[in-house]
């Protein structure tokens, strides 16, 4: 391409490449006159043959300039970095395969863009662009950092993914605070080795998946502090070894899943001071070291099975947490309940653990045939399981009473006169209640009536005393 075949507005880019020198169109006549106007051939050029001087490195910096035609560096070798920031393009860039040194198309407007499988050998700056159409950089490797904070993407076509990130390895952080998107983001086997930032974002694709990321590979945080997500996010499988921050996030797709996290290895999750999630929460199979989950922003829906969580918090009493563990579908997960009852034992509530336990076998007693539900009932009304084992001494002192002031006042007469010991109402009644224990007064005397119907009532409430206090003790002691 010959310089004298060039306008007055490429002859000054033309000129500037070979020293990295800025152009800056802003302040030439219309946004869409041909003072501004760029061939996107003559970009095209400049990257892949322009002119050098010695000594000065060569550079692309443009400002405020309409690109015209297409941009296509398909499988194209540039070492120099290109800046065409305050742009607009008439059409998509093409970089597909490209290998390419940095770039930046800060607060420009694209119809699109496609770099899928480039290698960017620094980092690729979208900062407040405005595209209105998908971006392809799967299978992309860049060696900085992606920068989206401020972006605007829409799709024309909402079949097609929005931002197609899949397969991605990005060597640094991949920014996007304060992203803005209608469709959907695709994360997919992507590989960050810095941070993921979404604070302040608003991604939007209500009914549908909004943001898939199964098995993402987060080196640090994958960060969505105030996110709003209209649509289901897809975390399954994805190991963020830092924390998955979304306090005072508000994730809702009612009538579907708002958030799947589940089979990931996560370091800390943080769900706490946002709004009541409006969707499912799926956490099965999902290893979490530090769970911080405030019950006010759980779902109506909650999957916990298989759940693993080292530490849980805030501190909550064991009345606000156990509602979580029963909203997974209808269904008993003893897992759920042993996991809960560790969390509260290794802060030293054993008082909030014994109440995880106690409801567990009431939810278990539900599964159970009828006799099995009837002596649960029993060991719960006795004992309460085994985990509280004061009630059993209230029992037994109530009944002691009654017998003691019945037999008080009518002595049962002696089996054997001559050979009976003087009768004592309060050993005779212990007599009965206590089945192992005998203080000779049981089988000295023979009560008649209805005082022998209820010294029959005491026997076998002693009994069930005895069973239920040995059954719950040797549970207790089971789970120490």
Not at 54 to 63: C, D, M, N, R, S
Not at 95 to 114: C, H, K, W
Not at 312 to 337: I, K, N, Q, S, W
Not at 354 to 362: D, F, P, S, Y
């Amino acid at each position: 391409m010959e310089i004298n075949d060039l306008t007055p507005a490429e002859q000054r880019l033309w000129r500037a490449f070979a020293t990295g020198a800025a152009v800056d169109f802003r302040t030439q006549g219309e946004e869409d006159g041909p003072e501004r106007s760029v061939r996107a051939a003559v970009l095209r050029a400049l990257l892949l043959n322009g002119p050098r001087e010695p000594g000065e490195i060569a550079a692309l910096k443009v400002v405020g300039a309409r690109v015209t035609g297409l941009l296509d560096l398909r499988q194209a070798v540039v070492d120099s970095m290109f800046r065409l920031v305050h742009c607009r393009f008439d059409e998509a860039p093409r970089l597909v395969g490209a290998q390419l040194s940095y770039i930046s198309l800060r607060d420009s407007e694209l119809p699109g863009l496609d770099a899928s499988h480039a290698r960017i050998d620094g980092g690729l700056r979208l900062t407040r662009c405005r595209v209105r159409g998908p971006v392809h950089l799967s299978r992309a490797q860049i060696s900085g950092a992606l920068y989206l904070d401020g972006a605007e993407v829409t799709a024309t076509d909402p079949a097609q993914p929005i931002l197609q990130l899949n397969q991605v390895s990005i060597d640094d952080d991949l920014c996007a605070r304060g992203l803005r998107t209608q469709g959907l983001i695709r994360l997919d086997g992507a590989s960050v080795t810095g941070s993921i930032d979404l604070e302040d974002a608003e991604l939007s694709n209500p009914g549908a998946q909004v943001l898939s990321a199964e098995s993402l590979d987060v080196g640090a945080n994958l960060l969505g502090r105030r996110l709003r997500a209209h649509g289901r996010i897809d975390l399954r499988g994805s190991r963020v070894p830092g924390r998955v921050d979304l306090l005072r996030s508000r994730l809702s797709n009612p009538g579907g899943t708002a958030l799947r996290a589940s089979s990931c290895v996560i370091g800390e999750l943080w769900l706490r001071d946002g709004d009541p999630i409006q969707g499912r929460l799926n956490l099965r199979r999902a290893e979490v070291g530090q769970l911080q989950l405030e019950p006010e922003m759980l779902p109506d829906q909650v999957r916990l099975l298989d759940l693993t969580y080292t530490f849980l918090t805030p501190h909550e009493p064991a009345e606000r947490r156990l509602p979580m563990l029963e909203r997974d579908d209808g269904a008993f997960d003893p897992h759920a309940y042993e996991q809960l009852t560790a969390a509260y034992r290794r802060t030293g509530d054993d008082r909030a653990a014994r109440m995880v336990q106690l409801a567990k076998q009431r939810r278990h007693r539900g599964t159970l045939p009828w006799y099995g539900r009837a002596w649960g009932h029993l060991q719960d009304a006795a004992v309460g399981y085994g985990f509280r084992p004061l009630r059993a001494a209230g029992w037994l002192l109530s009944l002691l009473a009654v017998g003691s002031i019945v037999y008080a006042g009518h002595h049962p007469p002696p089996l054997k006169a001559g050979e009976a010991p003087d009768f004592n109402p309060v050993f005779y009644s212990l007599d009965l209640l206590l089945p192992v224990i005998s203080f000779g007064q049981e089988s000295a005397f023979a009560p008649r009536d209805w005082y022998q119907s209820l010294s029959y009532v005491l026997i076998v409430t002693g009994w069930i005393l005895a069973s239920t206090v040995v059954a719950g003790v040797t549970r207790t002691v089971s789970r120490q």
